[in-house]
């Protein structure tokens, strides 16, 4: 019966998602349950579990911007644990409010009143920018030219 019980924990466990009901202490515990009735059944096979569990509860978060600076932090220190991490989420998704503010506000900032003047800026940079490498890149090729033509003239 364990034999065949094992893969189905084991697809139960990848397949955790937050569900829109649940906030994040609730779905950190399920996917924590999910993965201990997983590990009863075979903890021989499963390497790295801190980061497995870390992951699996990282790709089941709901809120996208959640899981975003979740996964900043992640990338910024890569060995965080599952516990670590969890707590992270939970703080800055039942205390601070949760990162849909942030988010909300990033995306409907009205545009900057420079925000005109710096594209006329980056593409007068990049014209002056391709012109100067033009210029050079003619003067190596002559340069170039006349050294090969003075090489060929000696033999």
């Known amino acids: 019966m364990g034999a065949l019980l094992w893969?189905?924990?084991f697809v139960l466990f990848f397949n955790c998602r937050q569900q829109a009901?649940?906030?994040v202490r609730s779905f950190a515990l399920q996917l924590q349950q999910c993965w201990q009735r997983m590990m009863l059944q075979d903890s021989q096979n499963?390497?790295?579990?801190?980061?497995?569990?870390?992951?699996?509860f990282l790709s089941g978060l709901r809120d996208d911007c959640l899981r975003r600076d979740m996964l900043t932090k992640v990338a910024l220190v890569y060995n965080l644990t599952f516990s670590t991490i969890k707590?992270?989420?939970?703080?800055?998704?039942?205390?601070e409010g949760g990162p849909q503010l942030h988010c909300c506000m990033v995306s409907s900032a009205p545009p900057s009143p420079w925000e005109d003047d710096l594209q006329k800026l980056k593409v007068e940079l990049k014209t002056e920018l391709l012109k100067e490498l033009d210029t050079k890149v003619s003067g190596l090729s002559h340069s170039l030219?006349?050294?090969?033509?003075?090489?060929f003239q000696k033999l």
Not at 46 to 56: H, K, P, Y
Not at 145 to 151: F, G, K, V
């Open 46 to 56: 499963i390497t790295n579990s801190e980061i497995l569990r870390r992951d699996q």
């Open 21 to 23: 009901e649940k906030n």
């Open 7 to 9: 893969p189905l924990l």
């Open 87 to 95: 707590t992270e989420a939970i703080l800055q998704a039942e205390v």
């Open 145 to 151: 030219l006349q050294s090969i033509r003075a090489e």
